[in-house]
């Protein structure tokens, strides 16, 4: 009863902040994602008897078991398979964990796949979609490669690959500016962002729209349709960050700089957009044939520590046990 899987963490064009007062970590709003081939989670599982509780071990630490979170989507991949075995979770990142890239939704897409497969659940199954989701909010989206769309529907989360890998030459360019993990998480920044933005309702009233225009913009491949709406829907929710007691700044001052070197490449004519998650790294959308140029114009940037470009990514898959 192991297995091993892959996910690729994702970042959104639309995004989510904010969740549903109902249970089930639900999240308030839909959102769109892009699939990172570059950065890479893998993690094995094994069910074993002798275990009386569930151990984690991220990058090689152990992680404290108060942990809520890893437990309650333990619990519903036991409850959907019948078995009451406790399990050992290794998983690693290729990459800075907690520092906005998204390593929860990665860790929580092949987590719930490895899951899966030593539990012999069909890897199509639904409900593993509101199961990540109880990991992440975001996590679902990692399930599925290319550009994927989340909506709500009812208590429930549906999660549907747009454009495939293939279908759109899409790349990212991550510029990291810091590699120091965040100091306030996205579970517990959005929720004070609920209690105390004022602008929390307007970011709920106008997502909707947000979500259905750049849905169709991926469909028609629109890249500066699409630049433009997404740069805009990540600054109104940077806004809710800022306006949110006490405030949430995620950026540093090499964040800002970066904004403005992709505006300045845009205004040259180069086909890119920026997209910022909770965090202060810089993520660059262009085309794949423009991919290096973007890179070489990131890195000359003064901060940047170093960047991280590739294409469009697949959804989680189990690669062995
Ligand atoms: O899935 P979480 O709880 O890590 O929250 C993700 C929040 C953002 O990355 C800021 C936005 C998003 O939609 O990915």
Same mark, same amino acid.
């Given at each position: 009863m192991r297995a091993a899987a892959v996910a690729h963490p994702n970042v959104a064009l639309i995004k989510y902040w904010g969740k549903r007062e109902a249970s089930g970590n639900l999240p308030a709003v839909g959102s769109l994602s892009m699939t990172l081939s570059a950065l890479v989670t893998e993690t094995a599982i094994e069910f074993d008897e002798s275990l009386d509780h569930d151990v984690l071990l991220l990058n090689g630490v152990e992680q404290p078991a108060e942990d809520g979170r890893l437990v309650a989507c333990m619990d519903a991949l036991r409850e959907l398979a019948g078995c009451d075995l406790h399990a050992t979770v290794e998983s690693e990142n290729d990459f800075p964990t907690g520092a906005g890239l998204a390593s929860s939704a990665s860790g929580y897409a092949a987590l719930v796949t490895a899951a899966a497969a030593a539990l012999g659940i069909d890897a199509r199954d639904p409900r593993l979609i509101d199961i990540a989701r109880i990991g992440s909010g975001s996590a679902p989206r990692s399930l599925f490669g290319g550009i994927v769309l989340l909506e709500n529907d009812g208590d429930g989360t549906v999660c549907e690959q747009i454009i495939t890998p293939e279908e759109w030459a899409l790349s990212v360019v991550v510029a990291i500016t810091t590699e120091a993990p965040k100091t306030v998480t996205s579970r517990d920044g959005m929720e004070q962002s609920r209690l +105390?933005?004022?602008?929390? !309702?307007?970011? =709920?009233?106008?997502?909707?729209?947000?979500?259905?225009?750049? &849905?169709?913009?991926?469909?028609?491949?629109?890249?500066?349709? =699409? @630049?433009? =709406?997404?740069?805009?829907?990540?600054?109104?929710?940077?806004?809710?960050?800022? +306006?949110?007691?006490?405030?949430?700044?995620?950026?540093?001052?090499?964040?800002? @700089?970066? =904004?403005?070197?992709?505006?300045?490449?845009?205004?040259?004519?180069?086909?890119? *957009? *920026? +997209?910022?998650? @909770? #965090?202060?790294?810089?993520?660059?959308?262009?085309? &794949?044939?423009?991919?290096?140029?973007? &890179?070489?114009?990131?890195?000359?940037?003064?901060?940047?520590?170093?960047?991280?470009?590739?294409?469009?990514?697949? #959804? !989680?898959?189990?690669?062995?046990?």
């Amino acid at each position: 009863m192991r297995a091993a899987a892959v996910a690729h963490p994702n970042v959104a064009l639309i995004k989510y902040w904010g969740k549903r007062e109902a249970s089930g970590n639900l999240p308030a709003v839909g959102s769109l994602s892009m699939t990172l081939s570059a950065l890479v989670t893998e993690t094995a599982i094994e069910f074993d008897e002798s275990l009386d509780h569930d151990v984690l071990l991220l990058n090689g630490v152990e992680q404290p078991a108060e942990d809520g979170r890893l437990v309650a989507c333990m619990d519903a991949l036991r409850e959907l398979a019948g078995c009451d075995l406790h399990a050992t979770v290794e998983s690693e990142n290729d990459f800075p964990t907690g520092a906005g890239l998204a390593s929860s939704a990665s860790g929580y897409a092949a987590l719930v796949t490895a899951a899966a497969a030593a539990l012999g659940i069909d890897a199509r199954d639904p409900r593993l979609i509101d199961i990540a989701r109880i990991g992440s909010g975001s996590a679902p989206r990692s399930l599925f490669g290319g550009i994927v769309l989340l909506e709500n529907d009812g208590d429930g989360t549906v999660c549907e690959q747009i454009i495939t890998p293939e279908e759109w030459a899409l790349s990212v360019v991550v510029a990291i500016t810091t590699e120091a993990p965040k100091t306030v998480t996205s579970r517990d920044g959005m929720e004070q962002s609920r209690l +105390t933005s004022p602008y929390y !309702a307007a970011w =709920l009233d106008t997502h909707a729209h947000d979500l259905c225009q750049a &849905t169709g913009y991926v469909r028609d491949r629109d890249f500066f349709a =699409l @630049a433009e =709406l997404a740069e805009h829907n990540c600054l109104k929710m940077h806004s809710v960050m800022m +306006t949110t007691r006490p405030p949430l700044m995620y950026w540093s001052p090499s964040t800002l @700089a970066v =904004l403005r070197r992709i505006g300045e490449l845009r205004a040259d004519g180069l086909p890119v *957009f *920026f +997209t910022i998650d @909770a #965090g202060p790294q810089v993520k660059a959308v262009c085309p &794949t044939e423009v991919a290096d140029d973007v &890179t070489a114009a990131l890195d000359a940037v003064p901060g940047v520590l170093r960047t991280i470009a590739g294409e469009l990514g697949y #959804g !989680a898959r189990v690669v062995g046990d």
